[in-house]
């Protein structure tokens, strides 16, 4: 079931360097890819940070609406995950695909896919220089939500849920690794 999270503490969401589908609309177009550089950036407002090759198409309909989201996909995702970053919008409509549903929800400016843990959405904060240079966007968090099987009280919770919704850690060519086991200091 999906709640919504304090913006507050949405950072925690991204804090633990997961895998995530960008997505973004313009124009009736829309797209998402995979996307493995992506964190947060600060807690108020909540900003964030995430990598986008001047060659997708994301980044054209997020260049041009001005608004985007990030979605945090599970291991329960992998294949998606992958046919999603390894695929690009321009050739195909990635949405006409029965293994991509988004999630209706009306105070999300960009598409939200289904199946997901977290979902972020964001404004871009323009800065042309260092998209340009690194290609990296920023982003003011507007909303947040995840799931309460494995995020409750401002923390995620894998222990006790099932495998599939443990987040995805891309780690190269195709090979991911999952969240692992919680540690709290003392």
Not at 40 to 65: I, M, Q, Y
Not at 143 to 158: I, T
């Amino acid at each position: 079931m999906r709640h919504s999270v304090d913006l507050a503490k949405c950072y925690r969401l991204l804090n633990h360097g997961p895998t995530v589908l960008v997505s973004a609309r313009h124009a009736g177009r829309a797209n998402v890819m995979a996307a493995a550089w992506c964190m947060p950036l600060d807690f108020d407002p909540p900003k964030v940070a995430v990598v986008l090759d001047k060659n997708t198409f994301t980044r054209g309909l997020l260049e041009a609406s001005g608004h985007f989201a990030l979605c945090v996909p599970c291991a329960g995702q992998v294949d998606l995950v992958e046919r999603l970053g390894s695929t690009s919008g321009r050739e195909e409509d990635k949405f006409a695909h029965p293994d991509l549903q988004l999630i209706d929800e009306p105070a999300a400016r960009s598409p939200l896919v289904a199946g997901c843990v977290a979902w972020l959405d964001c404004v871009r904060l323009a800065e042309p220089a260092i998209e340009g240079r690194y290609d990296l966007f920023l982003g003011q968090v507007q909303a947040a939500w995840a799931d309460d099987a494995v995020f409750r009280n401002g923390h995620w919770e894998f222990e006790g849920a099932p495998d599939a919704l443990r987040t995805l850690h891309h780690v190269a060519g195709g090979h991911y690794l999952t969240i692992g086991r919680p540690l709290d200091a003392r």
